[in-house]
């Protein structure tokens, strides 16, 4: 079982940079891909990033691969993602969301996900 808690949303200016973070925590998770989802109200889930817990390895959605920075911390047992140049078209409801496997834009093959924090750009 793996328990994902994401923090750090918040309202920021458009052109401003934001963190924020996602607690993982449950036994095996090393063996995971975790990810960033957001979703829009009455709008589809979007993939956002994804990062390989053991490796390392990350995978970016077009719309943010220059950026968005996915980082996990294996010491505090946590995934980030760092946004900047944030647009309007950013505010969104962030999830986290775990696997077991590899990286996967899917939200079909993500069976653990976080409550979600709220990400609001104003322009």
């Known amino acids: 079982q793996v328990q994902l808690v994401e923090s750090g949303g918040k309202l920021v200016q458009a052109g401003d940079s934001l963190t924020i973070s996602c607690a993982v925590s449950?036994?095996?998770?090393?063996?995971?891909?975790v990810a960033w989802f957001r979703q829009v109200q009455g709008k589809e889930r979007e993939f956002v990033a994804n990062?390989?817990?053991?490796?390392?390895?990350?995978y970016y959605a077009d719309s943010v691969r220059d950026r968005f920075t996915i980082s996990r911390d294996t010491t505090l047992n946590t995934v980030t993602l760092h946004m900047s140049s944030l647009t309007v078209e950013d505010t969104a409801v962030y999830s986290c969301?775990?696997?077991?496997?590899?990286?996967?834009?899917?939200?079909?093959?993500?069976?653990?996900w976080g409550p979600g924090t709220q990400v609001t750009v104003s322009s």
């Open positions: 969301a775990a696997r077991q496997g590899s990286l996967q834009t899917s939200t079909k093959y993500y069976r653990y």
């Open positions: 449950g036994h095996s998770f090393p063996s995971h891909t």
């Open positions: 990062i390989v817990w053991r490796s390392g390895s990350t």
